[in-house]
């Protein structure tokens, strides 16, 4: 199929679309790729998780059926491995974007090539930067609850790990962006082996942007373009909070700092619950020993699934076309 065309206009687009619930999301996001328009070729890989809803095949879509569910950076590794063009974007099945928006992204990342770019994302009606510093222990401090009440501002999101810097409109370089629509070299991507397998969910595209640092590859957030995001589309609450604590703790030891990240997530467990006991004893409704016990959960689940997953190999050998 063909989409948008304009500088660069022979470079072509792969673009891998892992799909996980609802067919309904991911064909939003196939449609609104292929209502890009223009004589950019443009590949669209749709990558069936082991969906319990499949994606059904179409005509101009290669999709491929996994026999079992591996996780985000599995499938966007097993559609990466059909790509024929030399660009390869990384799509959410909840992300859409207007005409016109592709073209303007392979633009941004041709005048920074070497690099990973990543849009300005629209959630909720609002704005939403997709830049981040790198994740370090002391990062875990932004979960203490008697910081909540700053949360929104400047200092409390830079200590929790936000770009601050990068905001609507402008183009910076940062640490890394969050995976929901990345757009980079298809040679960058094979070249640091493509997203470590061992996270099922969360983590993989820091992970993955770090190697591509140390590869020479930096990120870009590129604010003056916006695609919407829905968010939250394949995972509830709790699902989400345990999938984090274990991506989380298996980043923490691929990267060297999980026992300073784990005393921190203590201490600021205990600490909140000494904070719930005082709300409680002043006539607050807090459960402050039921919510202790779902922090070390949370904790214990993330030090042992990270402990078994790293005797995992970090990928599949996969045959490029």
């Known amino acids: 199929m063909t989409g948008a065309g304009g500088e660069g206009e022979g470079e072509g687009v792969s673009v891998v ?20 328009h223009g004589d950019r ?14 994606f059904a095949p179409r005509p101009g879509v290669t999709v491929i059926r996994h026999d079992l569910n591996l996780g985000f950076g599995a499938a966007i590794n097993t559609g990466a491995a059909h790509a024929l063009h030399p660009w390869l974007l990384v799509l959410n099945s909840d ?36 830049a981040n510093r790198w994740p ?16 929104q501002h400047a200092w409390m999101r830079r200590l ?17 962006l969050t995976g929901a629509c990345l757009l980079m070299q298809t040679a960058d991507f094979w070249a640091v082996g493509g997203f470590d ?42 699902g989400r909070v345990r999938a984090l604590s274990v991506s ?7 990267w060297g700092f999980h026992r300073r990240a784990t005393l921190v997530a203590a201490t600021v467990s205990a600490v909140n619950l000494a904070y719930n006991v005082l709300r409680r004893l002043s006539g607050r409704p807090t459960t402050p020993l039921r919510s202790i016990r779902t922090d070390f959960g ?23 076309p």
């Open 248 to 254: 989380a703790t298996l980043y923490a030891r691929i």
């Open 95 to 130: 992300v859409t974007m207007p005409p016109g928006t592709l073209d303007r992204l392979v633009a941004a990342g041709r005048s920074t090539r070497p690099s990973v770019s990543s849009p300005l994302l629209i959630e909720s009606g609002r704005p939403t930067s997709t």
């Open 17 to 36: 679309v892992p799909h996980y619930g609802g067919a309904s999301l991911a064909e939003g996001a196939v449609s609104a790729v292929r209502d890009q």
């Open 160 to 176: 929790v790990g936000f770009d601050v810097d990068c905001v609507a409109g402008r183009r910076r370089r940062t640490d890394w």
């Open 41 to 54: 070729p443009v590949q669209l890989i749709v990558v069936d998780d082991h969906s319990p809803e499949p």
């Open 298 to 320: 949370h904790l214990a689940a993330g030090l042992s699934e990270s402990r078994a997953a790293l005797r995992r190999p970090s990928g599949r050998p996969l045959a490029r």
């Open 197 to 238: 397998e061992r996270f099922h969910m969360y983590f993989e595209e820091v992970d993955l942007q770090r190697r591509l640092a140390r590869h020479g590859v930096p990120a870009y957030f590129v604010g003056d373009v916006a695609v919407t995001h829905l968010g939250g589309g394949t995972t509830g609450w709790g």
């Open 136 to 151: 370090a222990a002391y990062r875990g401090l932004g979960a203490l609850q008697p910081l909540a009440r700053w949360s």
